[in-house]
């Protein structure tokens, strides 16, 4: 059971670059989420999403993009890539029980980017 | 206003003593509370989850959740170098977001 996969694993992008983030995952989860993990900081929430078709923005979504055309994926975009956001991005999957409560994260491996 | 907030550290225990780690949330609708450990490069991974108020005991660890002071608390009994790792708190707010804390470095003397 391969749970959730990310790709690539690492990548350096010059400034201005673009690229997508994939995430996949094989549990059947309604909700996804993707966030970014600065040196010695906790995660941010950059974008999540409830169900297929539906997106919402989390705490630090400016330079950031996300569809969710199927349940299994969410790719995240960066358009223009800046050096403020070389990070590590994980993306991580739950679903929601019963009487409104979430199951735990099930994080992906992350995507360690540079860009310079 | 930061919506989780954890006790900063770096936190420092002696091998076998307990350690305590906090937390404090701003959603008073939140129902869904974790507790998690990543190592250096790692992935975070879940140590507990806690949705009603009261102790949850796991092994060595036990999480206490009470709502009406929006407070999270883990604690880690008989404390091992193997503990040492980055705890972080999430909460799941009403409006269906998982938010976590900034995180608390824990180091576990021998």
């Known amino acids: 059971n391969a749970g959730v996969t990310q790709t690539p694993k690492f990548r350096i992008l010059k400034i201005g670059q673009s690229m997508t983030l994939q995430c996949t995952q094989d549990?059947?989860?309604?909700?996804m989420y993707w966030y970014r993990q600065d040196p010695g900081m906790g995660l941010k929430l950059i974008y999540y999403s409830v169900g297929a078709g539906i997106t919402d923005k989390g705490e630090v979504p400016n330079g950031y993009n996300v569809s969710r055309s199927t349940t299994e994926d969410f790719p995240l975009r960066l358009e223009l890539a800046a050096p403020s956001q070389t990070s590590v991005y994980f993306c991580a999957s739950s679903y929601l029980g019963g009487r409104g409560i979430n199951s735990p994260l099930h994080f992906g491996n992350g995507t360690r980017l540079t860009v310079t | 206003q930061k919506e989780v907030e954890q006790n900063s550290g770096p936190l420092s225990v002696p091998e076998g003593a307990i350690a305590s780690l906090n937390c404090t949330y701003s959603d008073r609708g939140s129902q869904s509370f974790f507790w998690y450990r990543q190592y250096s490069g790692k992935s975070p991974e879940l140590i507990m989850s806690i949705y009603s108020n009261g102790d949850k005991e796991d092994g060595r660890f036990t999480a206490q959740l009470n709502k009406a002071s929006q407070y999270v608390s883990l604690l880690i009994r008989d404390s091992q170098p193997s503990d040492s790792a980055t705890y972080l708190c999430a909460v799941k707010n009403n409006n269906n977001d998982m938010r976590f804390g900034a995180g608390t470095r824990l180091t576990v003397k021998p």
């Open positions: 549990m059947n989860h309604n909700y």
